[in-house]
């Protein structure tokens, strides 16, 4: 695992001079060092277990939130009943992770190494589990949540586009699966908040409408969209309403349409197109929802350069949202509203390169995370604190995670040209939201 | 850096035009059009479709008339004519998500080889530009003066960009490459039922390598006969 503090390579005086809110612009780790608790896991000989404690520990590791160490060879195969700790707090291990085989199932157990006492269990998994590798990410959340006071992001997937397909890959970079097998491309994949659908725009004969796909395959269109150019479709956090740009010969405005039955499961019908902007030649599109649903951040270029604005749900109030100086700040693209919405990320060109910023909605200032090549099209974990983007920092185009507390980086895809992902919710083993 | 063009004064007063003639369209289409549906999106499947509906409920309700109409029966009417429509719109969406490919099919020109070459030229674009260089608007004339003299002749515009702005961004600039072009088009007296415009982004680049050349290659609009001359 590579450690890259990518906040430390940006250079304050040419952030300055692309960006004009130089006051606001905040250049620094919010990580305190000493807060991540050393923890570890014992391993297992036997298959089951060793699948488990290595995609626990893996978990574990890819939460942030700790700082792991290798278990002493002799604890290797010790269920938690009969661990000697004394290994480990030589070590200075704080937690120690084991497995329990027990009558009703396979159990996480969580030891505080000083005092001996179990301070979590959790089911991992239990013969009946349908999805035993989402049922281990599940237990690794409940870990970090029992440890850290937060639930980790391992039982989530992210969706993306590879040669104008969509896939799907686990949080943990497995399971990389080809969702989409109709003919045509598509583009821009975008969760529903219950984690069991999702749209996207289809490139097919007669334009490019937004279709609403689950994962059984079923397919629908959102009607309003059968003719023209209809891109960067997004869900109220409710699942009510889909909010998507369409365009004309006089430009791109975003409209909302509202499932019948409230955006459930077993949604009805969309209704009809409802304009939110009314955009006299100039481009409106990337409408994203705060997660109380109050607002919608998007991306306009009605002040010429493409940048960030923000406007109610009902298309009131439309302002300026991130700061910028006509003429000198970038393309500003690919909003994303963070999962406790006091921060928007996404993509503005610095001298032409694309690089990933958070914007703090409250204070109105701004944090450059990346500064190396291209880095694009950010989205959140839903612990709001991982972002996902698409960067080339190796050469191709690839999924990269970056962990905004540590600045730790990790490599999600190793397939090239892979872009535009989307960070699900958190999901359960029955493939919904939890 | 500019990225749209200011379009002319004359194209502002069609397209509001346009908007206007829309709304009033769809106003006389159906009695309670939603107030928030913007004319933009309406499309000529679904007003055909309320069209034929409409058609099929006033056949319903001459019958109804010589037997003592009710207004039970023309609300029961009523609702039957929405839920074919929307049945009938729910069948065209579905049939064009059944398309196996984007790919449409090809559609003979019928015109000369010169005439089909300068139909077929490709116009180029500056960097995040949507506005016509002097080369573009003489490449252009050309069209314009084929597709007087072929009246029947129908053309897509598609819109195409480089890799280098954002992905999303690329297709909104793509379509303001098309409409664009298809403005100048109309601007010299082309109706403006013969010129579909679509955009593809980036999606689609004439020269996929990394270099300025193969970029400045990508920045175009592409031509391709939806109808032909003959």
């Known amino acids: ?434 | 850096m500019t990225l749209s063009d200011t379009p002319s004064r004359a194209a502002r007063r069609r397209a509001g035009t346009f908007l206007i003639a829309a709304a009033l369209l769809l106003g006389a289409c159906s009695k309670a059009p939603p107030a928030s549906v913007a004319p933009a999106a309406a499309d000529s499947v679904a007003l055909r479709a309320r069209a034929d509906s409409l058609a099929s409920a006033r056949r319903h309700d001459s019958v109804t008339a010589s037997a003592r109409a009710d207004s039970l029966v023309r609300a029961r009417a009523d609702s039957l004519a929405r839920a074919a429509e929307a049945h009938r719109a729910d069948s065209v969406r579905a049939q064009i998500l059944r398309d196996s490919t984007d790919a449409a099919p090809g559609t003979a020109s019928g015109l000369d080889a010169g005439s089909e070459a300068a139909i077929a030229a490709t116009v180029s674009f500056e960097l995040d530009r949507s506005d016509l260089s002097a080369d573009a608007q003489r490449l252009l004339d050309r069209k314009v003066a084929i597709l007087r003299l072929s009246p029947r002749l129908e053309l897509q515009v598609e819109g195409h960009c480089d890799e280098r702005g954002p992905d999303e961004y690329n297709l909104a600039l793509g379509n303001r490459r098309a409409a664009s072009v298809k403005r100048y088009l109309v601007d010299h007296g082309i109706a403006d039922a013969r010129l579909t415009i679509i955009s593809y982004g980036e999606e689609r680049p004439a020269d996929p390598r990394p270099t300025e050349e193969a970029w400045a290659k990508n920045r175009r609009a592409e031509f391709r006969v939806t109808r032909g001359a003959r």
């Open chain 1, 1 to 434: 695992m590579k450690r890259v503090l990518v906040l430390a390579l940006l250079v304050p005086g040419g952030l300055r001079a692309q960006d004009s809110t130089q006051t606001g612009v905040r250049i620094g780790i919010t990580y305190a060092p000493g807060t991540r608790p050393a923890l570890s896991v014992v391993p297992y000989s036997a298959a089951l277990l060793d699948t488990a404690s290595t995609v626990l520990a893996r978990d574990l590791e890819q939460s942030d939130r700790f700082e792991m160490m290798s278990a002493p060879a002799a604890a290797r195969g010790q269920e938690a009943r009969n661990l000697d700790l004394r290994p480990f707090t030589a070590m200075g291990a704080a937690f120690v992770v084991t497995l329990s085989t027990e009558a009703d199932g396979v159990y996480a157990v969580v030891v505080d190494a000083r005092s001996g006492q179990q301070s979590a269990r959790t089911l991992l998994f239990d013969a009946g589990a349908r999805d035993r590798r989402l049922a281990v990410h599940r237990g690794a959340d409940e870990i970090v949540r029992a440890i850290a006071g937060q639930p980790g992001i391992a039982a989530t997937r992210v969706l993306f586009v590879r040669n104008g397909r969509i896939m799907r890959l686990d949080a943990d970079g497995a399971n990389a699966e080809l969702l989409h097998t109709a003919g045509w491309p598509a583009l821009s994949p975008a969760w529903h908040p219950d984690g069991r659908r999702f749209a996207y725009t289809a490139f097919v004969r007669s334009g490019q409408p937004i279709v609403v796909q689950d994962f059984g395959g079923r397919r629908e269109m959102v009607p309003g969209t059968d003719e023209g150019l209809n891109i960067t479709p997004s869900f109220s956090p409710d699942g009510r309403w889909i909010a998507y740009a369409h365009g004309t010969e006089a430009g791109m405005d975003i409209y909302l349409s509202e499932q019948a039955g409230g955006g459930g499961p077993e949604g009805g019908a969309w209704g009809p197109p409802q304009r939110l902007t009314a955009g006299r030649f100039a481009d409106n599109l990337s409408p994203v929802w705060s997660p109380d649903g109050s607002r919608i951040a998007f991306i306009s270029n009605r002040a010429r350069s493409p940048q960030l604005y923000v406007m109610s749900a009902d298309g009131t109030g439309q302002e300026v949202l991130a700061r910028f100086d006509f003429g000198a700040t970038g393309t500003t693209s690919a909003p994303a509203w963070s999962p406790d919405g006091s921060l928007i990320a996404f993509h503005r060109e610095v001298g032409g390169t694309p690089q990933v910023f958070v914007l703090d909605v409250a204070a109105r200032s701004l944090r450059q995370i990346t500064g190396a090549s291209r880095n694009e099209d950010p989205s959140w974990a839903p612990d709001g604190r991982h972002l996902v983007f698409v960067s080339s920092r190796t050469g191709p185009r690839e999924l990269w995670i970056v962990d905004l507390e540590t600045g730790r980086l990790r490599q999600l895809t190793r397939l090239g040209g892979t872009r535009l992902p989307a960070w699900s919710p958190r999901l359960s083993p029955s493939e919904g939201r939890e």
